[in-house]
């Protein structure tokens, strides 16, 4: 490499030499110190700026010091070699632009090698080579331009090569003259620079693109130090290029992703040298956003990484736009409850989470009784609004990992999960039932409907599919609707017969009124605070001689229709009170409640008949006696019950609202119930440490309680936990 330089630098200083000796005798009477000026000038303008102090001297005494080798050099051959070893093509014409002299590269890169071209002009050359017409038409002008400017020109010129492609040269064009002022010599030297221009046009490009893209760009540091950034990047991210600068892309992380996340992006990166995918990152003014980006890591010659390169496209638009097709394709569009295909896709799961965790699942079909008539007689928009509001209102009853689901028409699906046994289920089927016929005023009409429930469940015996469920729970609603409707029917004769054998038939239940085959347990009230007893509710169970001791679901639903149910409620408050009369005499002196249902209570004498039950009792004040009844039942003739509640304070007798929250219009219609204790319902206790909506339905009821000034008791209160989390919200009664 020192060799070829060595040898290019002096081809370099003899051309100068050369062209300045040709140049002295026009400029004879100039002084040394022209001859300074002028040959750096030259001799920069023509070869090299980087040899200025090897020539930066007189020309007088650097032509003596070079004469002898000039013409030694021209003897052997060597200058030819010497000029033929220089990078840039060399041309010398003469004043009529003919070819005198040419160098190696000048002879390549007009492809001079097989003709003559010595003595030619470059029309002449031209129509020698009609390919290269325009490389030799092109010179005439700029060469023209020199002789008329007396001076170095410097240009730039482009002709097509050898291999097709275009050419560019950088031209410098030094004209010459004799004593006259006449042409004498031309000499061009051309440095092809296509390579360069290319190179420029790519960073040109490569700064437009990165400038104007649509996506945004970040370039980092290997320490992930921001470098640079394009205009996209603040328009997505909203940090300007300054304030990108020097930072981290930290500054954009939306803690969406784990630790396991980012690991997995720089394995890929360092193993790969890119990574795509889609990251959830945040932009300055918090909002977060999804983005499709691609990293690329940028090595040198070594492997050694250099930068990383950043792409990415804000798809936050896309994400919500496939959201909503999402939501129509697996959503129900009146109701936004799922629709069959997510029920379908729900159900497998719940199935199969059912049965690893060894728990029962309830499928349950349901449809509205006398819808149809409400939608014919008032029109489909009134029917889609009831619709809407039932609804809502099933939903609300439902636990939150229940499924509610539309199948279409007045046909729903509620699927019910973490059942520890089949009897679970009959609280939350209740409240199904009571939400779907809560009374629904629309356009100032009042609308009612109710439901008929098919119930099956699973696992069974055999294995079966998601589908012969939803068929099973079908057929088992047609037979809830054959026996009556507003009811709920289990599928599976086996099944059937374990649940409606509890409740055997009404003639047996009334020999078990008779035979004192009903018996009560008390179970206390207590005062978390202080941990006294401060009453006991009356709790019915029926001793069955085969059976044994069977709850209140058991055989109660099948007789709150029947004349049967009042005639057992007012044994319930007839024992109750025996049992407060003994304990009175005992020196146990303690308020009872009993759970009044409101087939008993809607009865036109039920106060005249309480009085008449408190009177056979005189030992027992009224005021100990306090009667339970569910949110729902009161709100079934709300203006009624008031009335029947008040009544009964005008004798003594208090009232309490059991299930308190689970009905639909709880809040609302509160202030119409003067009773002096809301009881709430255990499936919102139940869940409150691990379900946040219970928790804050719990919050809520206390709230509202103490608005109100009623007294708060909770039901199913199992832990220690519950009972200390329940005095921090100020309930003390479980």
Same mark, same amino acid.
């Given at each position: ?59 007088? +005494? ?88 007396? %001076? ?16 560019? +040269? ?36 490569? /700064? ?152 029962? &699942? ?21 029917? /889609? ?34 059942? /520890? ?94 035979? %004192? ?112 009844? &569910? ?74 309680? +103490? ?18 989390? &329940? ?8």
């Amino acid at each position: 490499m020192m060799v070829v330089t060595s040898v290019t630098i002096l081809a370099s200083e003899l051309v100068t030499m050369l062209m300045i000796g040709a140049l002295q005798p026009i400029f004879k009477n100039r002084g040394p110190l022209f001859w300074v000026i002028l040959d750096p000038i030259v001799f920069s303008a023509l070869i090299f700026p980087a040899l200025y102090a090897l020539i930066f001297r007189p020309i007088r +005494t650097r032509q003596a010091e070079f004469k002898d080798q000039i013409e030694i050099l021209r003897d052997d051959g060597q200058f030819t070699a010497l000029m033929d070893a220089m990078p840039d093509a060399v041309f010398l014409k003469d004043g009529e632009g003919r070819y005198l002299v040419t160098n190696e590269s000048a002879q390549q890169m007009f492809q001079l090698h097989n003709i003559s071209w010595q003595g030619k002009t470059e029309m002449e050359l031209a129509a020698l080579r009609p390919a290269f017409c325009a490389a030799h038409e092109h010179p005439v002008t700029g060469d023209e331009a020199a002789w008329l400017a007396g %001076h170095l020109l410097l240009s730039e010129e482009r002709f097509i090569g050898k291999e097709g492609q275009y050419v560019t +040269t950088e031209t410098r064009k030094m004209p010459m003259f004799d004593e006259t002022g006449q042409r004498k010599k031309m000499v061009v030297i051309q440095r092809d620079m296509t390579e360069r221009k290319q190179s420029e046009e790519k960073l040109r490009l490569a /700064d437009t693109v990165f400038t104007h893209a649509r996506e945004g760009i970040m370039i980092t540091a290997p320490d992930g130090t921001i470098i640079d950034v394009n205009d996209a990047f603040t328009l997505t991210t909203g940090y300007t290029r300054d304030e990108a600068l020097g930072q981290n892309p930290r500054i954009l992380n939306s803690k969406l992703q784990g630790e396991a996340f980012y690991a997995s992006m720089w394995r890929d990166l360092n193993e790969n040298g890119y990574w795509h995918g889609e990251i959830w990152n945040r932009r300055k003014n918090s909002e977060v956003y999804a983005e499709r980006l691609t990293i690329s890591a940028l090595r040198d010659a070594q492997g050694n990484i250099q930068q990383y390169v950043a792409l990415f496209s804000d798809i936050s638009a896309l994400k919500r736009h496939a959201q909503q097709l999402e939501h129509i394709t697996l959503y129900d569009t009146l109701t936004g409850l799922p629709n069959r295909v997510q029920l379908a896709d729900q159900l497998h799961r719940d199935m199969v989470e059912a049965k690893r965790c060894g728990q029962r &699942l309830a499928v349950t079909y349901l449809d509205l009784d006398g819808f149809k008539p409400v939608n014919d007689h008032y029109g489909h928009d009134v029917g /889609d609004q009831l619709l809407m509001t039932v609804a809502a209102r099933m939903k609300q009853v439902l636990h939150k990992n229940d499924t509610l689901a539309r199948m279409g028409g007045d046909e729903f699906v509620a699927v019910l999960g973490n059942l /520890d046994d089949i009897e679970a289920s009959a609280s939350t089927l209740t409240r199904l039932l009571a939400a779907a016929a809560q009374p629904i005023y629309i356009n100032n009409t009042l609308l009612q409907v109710s439901a008929s429930l098919g119930v099956t469940f699973y696992p069974q015996e055999e294995d079966i599919e998601a589908d012969q469920l939803l068929r099973q729970a079908d057929q088992a609603m047609y037979q809830a609707k054959l026996t009556g409707k507003n009811r709920y029917h289990v599928f599976d004769a086996v099944r059937d017969r374990e649940i409606h054998g509890q409740h055997e038939s009404l003639i047996r239940l009334r020999r078990a009124l008779t035979e %004192h085959e009903f018996i009560l347990h008390y179970q206390p009230k207590v005062n978390m605070r202080t941990g006294t007893v401060v009453g006991a509710e009356a709790l019915i169970r029926w001793q069955h001689p085969e059976r044994g001791l069977l709850p209140p679901a058991a055989f109660l639903p099948l007789i709150e229709n029947h004349p049967l149910f009042i005639e057992v409620g007012e044994w319930v408050i007839d024992t109750a009170l025996t049992q407060m009369e003994i304990w009175h005499a005992a020196g146990l002196d303690i308020p009872v409640s009993v759970n009044v249902g409101a087939r008993q209570l809607q009865q036109v004498d039920f106060v005249e008949r309480l009085h008449t039950l408190l009177t056979a009792h005189p030992n027992v004040k009224p005021g100990k006696l306090e009667l339970e009844v &569910l949110e729902t039942s009161a709100l079934e003739d709300l203006i009624r019950i008031s009335q029947i509640i008040e009544d009964c304070r005008q004798i003594g007798v208090l009232f309490s609202l059991d299930d308190f929250g689970t009905g639909y219009s709880s809040l609302s219609y509160l202030k119409h119930l003067r009773v002096a204790l809301l009881k709430i319902d255990q499936s919102f206790v139940r869940d409150m440490l691990g379900d946040p909506d219970d928790l804050a339905i719990l919050d809520g009821v206390i709230g509202l309680a +103490t608005a109100f000034q009623r007294k708060v008791i909770a039901e199913g209160v199992e832990t220690v936990e519950h009972g200390e989390l &329940l005095l921090q919200l100020g309930c003390e009664l479980a």
